[in-house]
């Protein structure tokens, strides 16, 4: 393969009307893009660092709930919370076994309202839980999510039982942030620092019938969920219960409510006469991406950024292969080229990505690795931007995308590198 050559010239940042490296939100509202979301369902942690309902259509831009640090635009395939009184574990929806009660509203939720509940042991020598069934599709994953709080008792397991595999359960610290034992009947677990003491913690497993019961069982430690004889006041602070179909929990659903998919699309000319992409053409060019990546097995492919002309025929993408390796494609009525990074992408990465397109020379580079090359790409002609999916939107990105940058130009080698490093 012939050596790519490149005048080198200075490496610039894209400014849109004034506005230097625009975040994907304020990139949105400068260039007038659209952004669809139909229904009130969906929530963001805020800048405050709590759970906060969105505008219908709005975007949301995410934070870290444990620092507030800006995770930048989050954008989600559409999920149903299978549990209707989610935050409400004091109503006779969730079975109380062994004598275990619930006190309401006895403590900040995560929301800043006073919502959370405690749920308590009794002074009986048992094990103490809450379930609920559900109806639910068979050899299908699912994940339980629930936001918990330490009190008098520190450990707690969630586990999947009745229509899923035997031992699909979780232990988790609520002092120290961390999972404990597992069952090994389980796909997986995670635990999330959602601040002030409160931890989201969530498990997935496989179907393999149509009723489904989860527990939220106290546990006395690590993998030992009998206690003995004891205070009936004892116990943890818990909110927002969420069963959803799929291999990871999404943001926040209420009370069995359904969350629409979401899409994002730029119009522009090809012609470099658009004032917000002055410039811009896509015959030539370099773009920058940064933000997380969430494994997804629900959606095939993945598209973190996709131009496309009006008819679809023709685009340029970036996406995650299922071995988490991103791609970069591009795509005629008569050929598709495909570059591979050599850095494959693990669940809750954070990436940076560089770009360039030109005829016959189009590059890649992930987080600083060595740019992988096509010298054999015909390049599109495009008139839309979608962000977070594709152009029919069925495959949405399930995570944040904090910054996307565009250079009127395209970048030598060492600078993709610079840039994503």
């Given at each position: 393969?012939?050596a790519?050559?490149r005048?080198?010239?200075a ?26 979301r139909?229904g009130?369902?969906?929530?963001f ?7 906060q ?19 930048g ?10 549990y209707?009184v989610s ?13 275990t009660?619930?006190?309401a509203n ?8 006073v ?5 308590r ?35 707690v397991?969630?586990l999947?039982?009745?229509g ?16 404990g ?7 997986s677990?995670?635990i999330?620092?959602f601040g002030?003491?409160w931890?989201?913690?969530s498990?997935?497993?496989t179907s ?6 989860p527990w ?16 009936a ?14 291999t ?5 659903i ?7 998919a979401?899409?994002?699309e730029?119009t522009?000319?090809n ?19 940064e ?24 685009s340029n ?5 299922t071995d988490g ?6 795509t005629?009525?008569?050929t ?13 990465d954070t ?11 189009t ?7 060595a740019?992988?090359t ?10 839309r ?5 594709n152009?029919?939107?069925?495959r ?16 030598i ?9």
């Amino acid at each position: 393969m012939a050596a790519r050559v490149r005048k080198r010239r200075a490496s610039k940042t894209l400014y849109v009307n004034g506005t230097e490296d625009s975040t994907i939100a304020d990139y949105l509202t400068a260039i007038g893009g659209t952004f669809t979301r139909t229904g009130s369902n969906a929530t963001f942690v805020g800048s405050d660092g709590l759970i906060q309902a969105s505008v219908d259509g709005t975007p949301r831009l995410d934070y870290d709930p444990s620092d507030s640090s800006a995770l930048g635009f989050l954008i989600e395939e559409a999920r149903t919370n299978l549990y209707t009184v989610s935050e409400e574990f004091d109503a006779a929806a969730w079975s109380k076994v062994n004598s275990t009660t619930v006190a309401a509203n006895v403590t900040t939720a995560p929301d800043g309202s006073v919502t959370a509940d405690k749920m308590r042991r009794a002074a009986a020598a048992t094990s103490f839980r809450i379930q609920r069934d559900s109806t639910i599709d068979t050899a299908s994953a699912y994940t339980l999510s629930v936001f918990l709080k330490a009190d008098e008792i520190t450990w707690v397991r969630l586990l999947f039982t009745t229509g899923f595999p035997s031992s699909s359960f979780m232990n988790f610290d609520l002092t120290n942030g961390v999972t404990g034992t597992g069952g090994g009947g389980e796909d997986s677990s995670s635990i999330e620092d959602f601040g002030n003491g409160w931890f989201r913690c969530s498990i997935t497993a496989t179907s393999t019938g149509t009723v489904g019961r989860p527990w939220i069982q106290l546990a006395e430690s690590d993998n030992d969920a009998n206690f003995p004889a004891g205070n009936a006041t004892d116990g943890i602070f818990l909110w927002g219960a969420q069963l959803e179909k799929g291999t990871f929990h999404t943001s926040y659903i209420k009370d069995n409510n359904t969350r629409a998919a979401e899409a994002c699309e730029i119009t522009y000319n090809n012609d470099g006469t658009d004032e917000p992409f002055k410039g811009w053409n896509t015959i030539i060019g370099s773009m920058y991406v940064e933000g997380v990546w969430k494994d997804d097995e629900t959606v095939a492919y993945p598209v973190l950024m996709q131009d496309a002309d009006n008819d679809t025929n023709e685009s340029n993408r970036f996406y995650v292969w299922t071995d988490g390796d991103m791609a970069y494609n591009t795509t005629t009525a008569s050929t598709s080229n495909e570059l591979r990074a050599v850095t494959a992408l693990s669940v809750g990465d954070t990436f940076k990505i560089a770009a360039v397109w030109k005829a016959n020379n189009t590059a890649m580079s992930i987080n600083g690795a060595a740019v992988v090359t096509d010298n054999t790409v015909v390049i599109p002609v495009t008139t839309r931007m979608f962000i977070g999916d594709n152009s029919s939107g069925t495959r949405q990105w399930n995570s944040t995308i904090k910054r996307l940058s565009y250079f009127n130009f395209d970048m030598i080698d060492a600078d993709l590198i610079t840039i994503s490093t």
